[in-house]
């Protein structure tokens, strides 16, 4: 009778995507020495901080010289899951950007519903029945949009709060939102492919698992158009 087969648990599934990220890395950059004086997680932790620094402060150098909202809190997350689990679904370019877009129209919508496109925001109005509808609708729409479509993003939630509470509502500013999130997948793809990684140019990609004599290893590839996580 043969042993049960060990399940990795989520930590651990965790830990070897950590190891597979760090080493690609160290890898491609050369840095293979620096193994020997600093932990890998240490690696991994410094490639984080500059792709963040370098994402997220070019949008906002872009803002700043355009005087635009190109710069928005849900860019945030949306950069940390760009580098922090680029091979996961939700983090490709393709859930990013529409996800974005469906909160942004999701969050238009319900202020056009409550009859809020032209009301102040929140912070300074204050909230009040309209406005909880308001909230509560455009993420609710966004959730099941994301769904539908297959295009799950996390942080899009934030971004249809920031419509829905009247932070951010005009047209424009929706567009300019938008393109943000557009130039934030170009640069995700551009560095996490010059760090090494296999990580899309579009569409999500899908695990395949399989088990040989040295345990649980992964590959990764693009989903079939009939199929495919979200």
Do not use: K
Not at 44 to 69: C, D, E, K, N, R
Not at 211 to 230: D, F, I, K, V
């Amino acid at each position: 009778m043969n042993p049960p087969q060990h399940r990795p648990s989520l930590l651990e599934r965790l830990e070897e995507a950590e190891a597979e990220l760090t080493r690609e890395l160290i890898r491609v950059v050369r840095l293979a020495g620096w193994l020997e004086r600093f932990p890998a997680r240490l690696v991994w932790a410094g490639f984080m901080f500059v792709s963040g620094f370098v994402t997220i402060g070019l949008l906002a150098a872009v803002a700043w010289l355009s005087g635009t909202p190109f710069i928005f809190p849900s860019l945030g997350p949306t950069a940390f899951l760009f580098f922090f689990h680029p091979r996961y679904p939700v983090s490709t370019p393709r859930n990013a950007v529409y996800g974005h877009a469906v909160g942004l129209l999701c969050g238009y919508g319900a202020l056009w519903l409550t009859g809020l496109e032209d009301a102040g925001p929140a912070l300074t109005g204050g909230i009040h029945g309209a406005r909880v509808l308001a909230a509560a609708l455009s993420l609710a729409a966004t959730g099941a949009g994301m769904i539908l479509l297959r295009v799950a993003h996390p942080p899009a939630g934030a971004t249809t709060l920031i419509v829905s509470l009247g932070i951010i509502r005009e047209p424009w500013q929706l567009l300019i939102i938008e393109a943000a999130v557009v130039l934030m997948a170009v640069q995700a793809v551009a560095i996490n492919r010059l760090a090494g990684l296999d990580y899309p140019l579009w569409g999500a990609p899908v695990r395949h698992h399989h088990r040989g004599g040295h345990g649980h290893h992964q590959s990764y590839a693009a989903p079939p158009p009939h199929h495919g996580e979200p």
